[in-house]
């Protein structure tokens, strides 16, 4: 068991992910890698883009950072994506410098309003709490559709005066694009407010696992790789524990997938993801397969490793994959 000796106690780590998080027995975490946060910014000098942080929600206490791209007209209306971002769960913020810059560059060249939603993380808060901040923030953007019979809601004039609410999305990358999974199934149970349909689901590089290695993924100490190990630790009551289909979508006793809430998907994967690749292709030939009446399109990038464009955006391979995802996102 690894300690950090202090000046008058040894602080041991209890629990780990290791590059990821450490919890140690005083109750403190360490989250490791953590990028930097940004502050919101009005007309970004790269994109045009606008951004605010707002608060959504009380109890809990949740929040959100918006993003307003350069108007044409100032009863303009957009498309609205709802975003989640990665982190495994446990790290990372939708105020982080590379969700800030990516969501700004999305905003931009798809021309869409964002809400990038900020939800709790284990272990502070275990899983399903992110999968609930998450759906509370789409139902809280869906609300506006017709916010002058909402008067309760916490409202935002962005939302009222720019979003077009026939063209919802929603989007996320690693865990943010297993959140997305799980949003567009229970978007396919049960409705939304003011019956707002989600037009498109895309997921980059999602976070999936499951108790049987599929592909290029480790045969020997499957058990302690990352997804397996974070799983465990992010969610510890988990039922069905490795094979709950929020993480498992074709664990025997997940739901059809002919259930998902969209109409159209955008999923993408890394040649090099060893961790991800080759279940994630397996998802998307089960959405194909499961008699979903949607869309479905699949994008791999030879020779990558996991969300190699949220780190080098301006690379040729990461504005390819940005614009397969801007491009899903006008059709």
Not at 102 to 129: D, F, G, M, T
Not at 185 to 195: I, K, Q, S, T
Not at 243 to 248: A, L, Q, T, Y
Not at 297 to 314: A, D, S, T
Request: with cysteine.
């Amino acid at each position: 068991m690894a300690s950090i000796e202090g000046t008058n106690s040894m602080k041991q780590i209890v629990l780990q992910i290791p590059t990821f998080l450490n919890v140690y027995n005083d109750g403190s975490t360490e989250r490791l890698g953590n990028m930097p946060r940004a502050p919101p910014c009005l007309n970004d000098p790269e994109t045009g883009v606008s951004s605010k942080d707002i608060v959504f929600s009380i109890n809990p206490l949740l929040s959100a950072r918006l993003y307003l791209p350069k108007l044409n007209a100032n009863d303009q209306k957009l498309p609205i994506l709802v975003y989640f971002h990665g982190g495994a769960f446990c790290r990372e913020s939708a105020f982080s410098e590379h969700h800030h810059e990516y969501c700004n560059i999305v905003a931009s060249q798809a021309n869409v309003l964002i809400v990038s939603v900020e939800h709790r993380k284990a272990p502070e808060h275990y899983l399903p709490a992110a999968y609930e901040d998450c759906w509370a923030g789409l139902k809280w953007a869906a609300t506006h559709a017709n916010a002058t019979q909402n008067s309760h809601i916490i409202s935002e004039p962005w939302l009222i005066d720019h979003g077009d609410f026939s063209k919802i999305f929603i989007g996320g990358d690693s865990s943010g694009g297993n959140i997305v999974h799980n949003v567009a199934m229970r978007a396919g149970v049960e409705p939304l407010p003011n019956d707002v349909k989600i037009i498109g689901a895309y997921m980059n590089h999602p976070y999936f696992c499951g108790s049987k290695p599929v592909g290029s993924e480790p045969i020997e100490g499957f058990e302690k790789s990352l997804p397996y190990m974070a799983w465990g630790i992010v969610y510890p009551d988990a039922p069905g524990g490795i094979d709950n289909p929020m993480v498992n979508p074709m664990a025997p006793a997940a739901p059809s997938l002919a259930t998902l809430g969209c109409s159209k998907m955008f999923i993408s994967v890394a040649g090099d993801d060893v961790s991800f690749r080759d279940r994630t292709v397996l998802y998307y030939e089960a959405v194909r397969a499961s008699g979903w009446k949607g869309q479905v399109q699949l994008f791999e990038e030879k020779g990558e490793q996991h969300v190699y464009y949220m780190f080098h955006p301006h690379t040729d391979k990461g504005k390819r994959l940005i614009k397969h995802v801007t491009d899903f996102l006008k059709e």
